[in-house]
Antibody, heavy 117, light 106 residues
Framework: QVQLKESGPGLVQPSQTLSLTCTVS????????VSWVRQPPGKGLEWMGV???????AYNSLLKSRLSISRDISKSQVFLKMNSLQTEDTATYYC???????????WGQGVMVTVSS | DIQMTQSPSFLSASVGDRVTINCKAS??????LNWYQQKLGEAPKLLIY???NLQTGIPSRFSGSGSGTDYTLTISSLQPEDVATYFC????????FGSGTKLEIK
């Protein structure tokens, strides 16, 4: 059974760094890429970035200077790190993949992150 | 980067109505356009891929059309369970989501 599951701190202080983990099961990160998508409360979806099967990455140009995505294949984990957090970064963060044949056809449950002092 | 303009942002319709939601891309996206449904508190769910292909398990009252820069999601006969927010996604060049359409029952 394929699954993606996000984990991380629920609360981060302003100016600090956010670290999230997407743990996948039922598939290999060398066969399927994983993206991060976020959604501020009551707002729309924003694609943040992707780590491709070969390990290369691509980022949303608006976030590129603050964002890093990496992975540990042996642990089936994808990591998101974003620095200089502000209150506007408060959102639910999702990881998603193309496990069938279509982009973003599988999603994790999401993890809510609040940026506040 | 490709921008996606989605309209309307809010839609209220009656059960049985035909409903249309639109997305306009800032450049030709060659039909690389998906539609997603997101119910309150849930992750988005893929409805339609590559403009007009229904994802497995999605009711046939959902359909998609379009080409070039203009795309449409149609619900032929609105049902109560269709209350949700709908998003388009272009995957022609990286990825961009539309801003969403919140659909409610009148």
């Amino acid at each position: 059974q394929v699954q993606l599951k996000e984990s991380g701190p629920g609360l981060v202080q302003p100016s600090q760094t956010l670290s999230l983990t997407c743990t996948v099961s039922g598939f290999s990160l060398t066969s399927y890429h994983v993206s991060w998508v976020r959604q501020p409360p009551g707002k729309g979806l924003e694609w943040m970035g992707v780590i491709w099967t070969g390990g290369s990455t691509a980022y949303n140009s608006l976030l590129k200077s603050r964002l890093s995505i990496s992975r540990d294949i042996s642990k089936s984990q994808v990591f998101l790190k974003m620095n200089s957090l502000q209150t506007e970064d408060t959102a639910t963060y999702y990881c998603a993949s193309k496990l069938g044949a279509h982009y973003f056809d599988y999603w994790g449950q999401g993890v809510m992150v609040t940026v506040s002092s | 980067d490709i921008q996606m303009t989605q309209s309307p942002s809010f839609l209220s319709a009656s059960v049985g109505d035909r409903v249309t939601i639109n997305c306009k891309a800032s450049q030709n996206i060659n039909k690389y356009l998906n539609w997603y449904q997101q119910k309150l508190g849930e992750a988005p769910k893929l409805l339609i891929y590559n403009t007009n292909n229904l994802q497995t398990g999605i009711p046939s009252r959902f359909s998609g059309s379009g080409s070039g820069t203009d795309y449409t999601l149609t619900i032929s006969s609105l049902q109560p369970e269709d209350v949700a927010t709908y998003f388009c996604l272009q995957h022609s060049s990286r990825f961009t989501f539309g801003s969403g359409t919140k659909l409610e029952i009148k």
